[in-house]
């Protein structure tokens, strides 16, 4: 490990940028080489994806987390440069960690893949970078790839990104092959960092935190202008907490200590605060003596999308699952939740997650990470209700829709989707947009083979199966990025789930009334198949605001009450029958329906 970087160089030696690309297009891969070509990391303890630390990022090979490194890069003549690099996630789920790591920078290397071209993330991200204000630097990784087509690549990034990229750089960041020119680039073509307000203030922009076990919260900072110390009162602009900084330092790649981050620097702050809550990304840090008068622009809360109820397999797990989702929120601050109870599942909590790889990967780490069995609920995303009273709900959870008599509309949140498939495929994608209550507004076309498609869709229609019917009509050559719409009046209905005519609030959803007839079926027949026979026929009943719409019946267990009989009068076994009729009129009253937990997974498969 090189020697710990301290923050005084001047400003005109710093050069702060990001990686933008499309998923698996090589980022992880580029920030490794250039960790070992500038020697910020030895040979002898590199191993690929070195930014990525958790087991799921690197099982994947995609980038969950922003990872900022400080490197010390010797120019070709001689001149030493601090690089602040942050490598960016590369999912649509993270689009607002994304946009503020660019905040952070100056500067962007849009990746682009020498053989797969302009992905639809390719093009979000470029425009996110856009709007930044940023220098692009366009790249082309895996230009040693037999497949390889660098003219193409060329053309689509002028012609779809409006990029010019005849000077794009050739690189091989597996091999390594033109990453020092890569390098170079960096020095002559990113701007230093500039002072955005008055040196006597100090404001620095918050992109990022993490929890650790013995020193609390972790703030990952860049400086705008002024200074931080250990030492200083620092107070966040607008979440208003104040915590005094007990450590400042920078990422060489582990945390290394340092005097003081000046301005123009990427690095951290650690102070008393132990709640990672108290931390908001996209904040402004400043301190009591230089306070700054205005925040930096850009800051949001970051609002889930989507919601799903997840309960313990086994009830007697409660505590643990509590604790469990605690702990797993330390280091993601993006991961809501709230108690609710269901008469099927018992108790659990109501998540909101950022989008649907946010919400898997949040279970995948409950399950490996905290050793939990868990049922997750339909996903659903947040409805806007208009009530005839004039007031407005925000409704994620089935159980909470108002009485139909009070309802005068429900909207629906929608997005702009951009689909980038083959020439063959648009009939396929067309046909999968429009049965999924979609428009195509536009269509544009990116090369002699390839054609990117803007379509409107209702958010809940992409939740389930959208991405995987895509890929496979496709044969995977098809992506998909989306950004919020707004909403708009749809005519959404509450589908219901009887089981011997009571109703499951576990299979509860909210769908729209062309597909719930549909829906209903499908779930209806799945529960028939997979909830074992009862002593009593158990009617599986689909229900739409009170108005059954289909229906499926379990039969009963079959017992012959007769079998010990071995003759006599006819009447003897009537006598029989009507008793075992009559024991089955009360069972079938009185009796409670036993729903296995296999029958939830099936019903979430299914719909």
Do not use: W
Request: net charge neutral; hydrophobic share 40%; proline share 5%.
């Amino acid at each position: 490990m090189t020697t710990p970087v301290t923050p005084m160089n001047p400003l005109t030696y710093v050069r702060n940028f990001c990686i933008i690309a499309h998923i698996d297009h090589g980022k992880s891969t580029l920030a490794d080489r250039m960790l070992l070509l500038t020697h910020t990391i030895e040979q002898r303890v590199f191993r690929d994806q070195v930014l990525d630390a958790m087991d799921l990022e690197r099982e994947r090979g995609i980038t969950i987390k922003s990872h900022p490194v400080t490197m010390q890069y010797k120019a070709k003549d001689g001149t030493a440069y601090t690089f602040n690099l942050i490598d960016t996630p590369g999912h649509v789920d993270f689009t607002y960690e994304v946009s503020r790591s660019m905040a952070a920078c100056e500067g962007a290397l849009l990746l682009v893949d020498a053989g797969q071209g302009v992905e639809a993330q390719t093009v979000a991200n470029s425009y996110l970078a856009i709007e930044r204000g940023l220098e692009i630097i366009p790249v082309i990784n895996k230009v040693d790839l037999p497949s390889a087509n660098i003219p193409e690549i060329r053309k689509q990034i002028e012609d779809v990104l409006g990029i010019p990229a005849h000077d794009a750089l050739l690189v091989s960041a597996k091999s390594g092959l033109g990453v020092e020119e890569l390098m170079e680039a960096v020095v002559h073509r990113i701007p230093p960092p500039k002072l955005l307000g008055k040196p006597t203030e100090t404001r620095g922009l918050v992109f990022d935190s993490v929890f650790d076990a013995f020193r609390g919260v972790v703030t990952y900072v860049r400086m705008m202008d002024g200074s931080l110390r250990a030492g200083d009162q620092a107070r966040m602009m607008a979440g208003g907490k104040e915590t005094e900084i007990k450590e400042v330092g920078v990422f060489c790649p582990k945390p290394t200590a340092v005097k003081e981050l000046m301005a123009g620097n990427v690095g951290y702050f650690i102070g008393n605060l132990k709640e990672p809550a108290d931390i908001r990304i996209g904040d402004t840090v400043t301190v009591r003596k230089r306070e700054a008068t205005d925040a930096l622009p850009g800051f949001r809360d970051v609002r889930p999308m989507v919601f799903s109820g997840i309960y313990p397999v086994n009830s007697a797990e409660f505590e643990k699952f509590r604790d469990s989702l605690e702990k797993l929120r330390l280091n993601d601050s993006a991961l809501t939740f709230h108690p609710e109870s269901s008469l099927a599942l018992g108790f659990g909590y109501r998540c909101g997650f950022l989008g649907l790889l946010h919400m898997e990967i949040t279970q995948e780490r409950l399950r490996r990470e905290f050793d939990m069995d868990i049922i997750n609920t339909h996903p659903g995303v947040v409805y806007r209700v208009h009530l005839k009273s004039g007031e407005v709900e925000e409704i994620d959870n089935p159980q909470r829709l108002p009485d139909p008599t009070r309802i005068d509309h429900i909207e629906e949140p929608m997005v702009k989707a951009f689909v980038i498939c083959l020439n063959e495929n648009i009939g396929d994608v067309l046909k999968l947009t429009m049965d999924r209550r979609g428009t195509v507004d536009r269509t544009e076309s990116l090369d002699t083979r390839r054609v990117m498609l803007t379509c409107t869709i209702p958010l809940n229609e992409i939740l389930v199966e959208f991405h995987d019917s895509l890929k496979s009509l496709s044969k995977g050559y098809a992506s998909m990025d989306y950004e919020l719409a707004g909403y708009r009046e749809g005519d959404i209905v509450k589908l219901e789930i009887l089981l011997n005519q009571e109703p499951v609030d576990a299979f509860a959803s909210l769908v729209h009334r062309s597909k719930a007839v549909s829906r209903g079926r499908r779930m209806c027949e799945v529960l028939k198949d997979v909830i074992p026979p009862h002593m009593f026929a158990i009617p599986v009943q689909a229900a739409l605001n009170k108005t059954i719409i289909a229906r499926e019946t379990i039969r009963a267990f079959r017992k012959d009450v007769t079998a010990k009989l071995y003759g006599g009068d006819v009447t003897r076994k009537r006598k029989l029958l009507e008793k075992q009729k009559e024991g089955k009129k009360r069972m079938k009253q009185f009796g409670s329906v036993n729903v296995p937990q296999k029958a939830f997974v099936e019903v979430l498969k299914s719909s």
